[in-house]
């Protein structure tokens, strides 16, 4: 059983060599624990300090591609290295490694494929008040989207075994964790939340620049997600919608009408009309996206099966990534 421990990584000098520290080396039910640094392309010395830190293999960017790249560079990197787990931890040693075990007990003994580590929210003296509230807010709309018990959505500290790993697709740049839960709940992957502790704070948030633009672009993502993975239910949603409301509008129009009251109210019958024509152009829509969307789940089992034949358990001590 082969662990590979994952760290993405932009510019991380200062910090990586504090988390990688803390790794551990040697896992009861693991026969070989490895780590891998995904540079990110920094523009520091990250590179020269993971090298100097004994860590096993690094996947490089040339250029910067954004956190949501570093982790699936991650997952393709550890999975042609052989890895039967992932471990994906951050460089600004958040987590306590020392719960690493305790993440990934649960797909040791078969009971999960995904496990997110779930941390005390409320306890971390650095989150703000608004920043909790945010977090327990997004969690909670994350598993409803996802139909997932993940308590901690955003949280970085996870484990997937080999099967959960190719299955991963991201099509966001900003970030994996809330899409990558959500895909794992609509593919139906077994997941499971283990409590984790988390370290003293090393440096400020990067993902969490403003608050404002952290909830635009997490809606986004949760949206753009819902309507890749449930386009039916979305368009004809809206459809619905739009279609009930011109309904109603017109029946108001046609009661006044034949009460004789219906001059002046010629608005009512256009906005009626835009509004049910709208609803059935979405109706339409829905069913055309059900179909493309049957479509990708067909090229997501070929990508899938591609995956298994291509990984081949192979070790290397860097891959470049264009």
């Keep these: 059983m082969k662990l590979i421990i994952q760290i993405p990584c932009y510019n991380e000098a200062e910090t990586l060599s504090v988390a990688l520290a803390e790794l551990p080396r040697e896992i009861p039910g693991i026969d070989k624990v490895e780590i891998l640094v995904i540079d990110d392309g920094s523009s520091d010395s990250t590179v020269e300090v993971a090298k100097a830190n004994g860590v096993d293999h690094i996947a490089r960017h040339h250029t910067n591609l954004g956190l949501a790249q570093a982790f699936m560079t991650g997952l393709h990197t550890a999975l042609s290295l052989g890895a039967d787990i992932i471990v994906n931890t951050d460089a600004d040693n958040q987590y306590c490694a020392a719960d690493i075990p305790a993440l990934i007990a649960p797909i040791l003994e078969g009971k999960a494929q995904y496990v997110i580590g779930t941390r005390p929210i409320a306890g971390i003296e650095h989150f703000s008040p608004v920043k909790k509230l945010l977090q327990k807010l997004g969690s909670s709309v ?4 996802s139909g997932t018990c993940v308590e901690d959505a955003p949280s970085g500290f996870r484990a997937l075994n080999r099967d959960a790993a190719m299955r991963m697709n991201v099509f966001n740049r900003y970030t994996y964790t809330l899409e990558t839960i959500i895909q794992a709940g609509y593919k139906n992957l077994n997941i499971a939340c283990v409590p984790v502790r988390v370290n003293a704070d090393l440096r400020p948030s990067r993902l969490v620049k403003s608050i404002p633009r952290y909830i635009s672009r997490s809606l986004f993502t949760m949206i753009r997600i819902f309507v890749v993975y449930r386009p039916f239910k979305f368009f004809f949603s809206l ?6 409301a011109g309904f109603l509008i017109g029946c108001r129009f046609l009661i006044r009408y034949l009460a004789g009251n219906g001059q002046g109210m010629m608005q009512s019958l256009i906005l009626a009309a835009v509004l049910m024509l709208t609803g059935a152009v979405l ?5 055309m996206a059900d179909l493309l969307s049957v479509n990708r789940q067909l090229l997501e089992d070929i990508q899938y099966r591609q995956r298994k034949a291509s990984y081949k358990k192979e070790d290397s001590i860097e891959r470049k990534i264009q």
Excluded: E, K
Aim: proline fraction near 0%; hydrophobic fraction near 60%.
């Design 142 to 145: 994350v598993r409803q989207i």
């Design 239 to 244: 459809g619905t919608v739009s279609f009930l």
């Design 283 to 287: 109706g339409m829509l829905a069913f």
